[in-house]
């Protein structure tokens, strides 16, 4: 079966996917209040744009995740966690 491609693969993997996964990663984060949902969500999302394309374009061949799985969710923790380090109420940074 072919299927039609209308975005450029390279710019779907490098720029679009990167993007969507982590930004719904850290907006459910701050929409949740908790962290580490972040890097879960974006694990998730990723995970289910690869096992998709992969099924569409190389069900032939065996599925094995990409590093991005691992990257991806590193990067939407430290973007969550530095957003909920600038966002703390005034009164607690200084406390003891």
Partial sequence: MK???FIDPYLLQLYIVPFVVISVGVLTAIVTKKVLIAPVVTLVLNALYEFTKHQLFYS???FLFTSWNLIYPTFSLFITWFIF???KPNGEHHRK
Avoid: G, Q, Y
Wanted: net charge neutral; hydrophobic share 35%; proline share 22%.
């Fill in 3 to 5: 299927i039609p491609t």
């Fill in 85 to 87: 380090l600038v966002k």
């Fill in 60 to 62: 032939e061949s065996p």
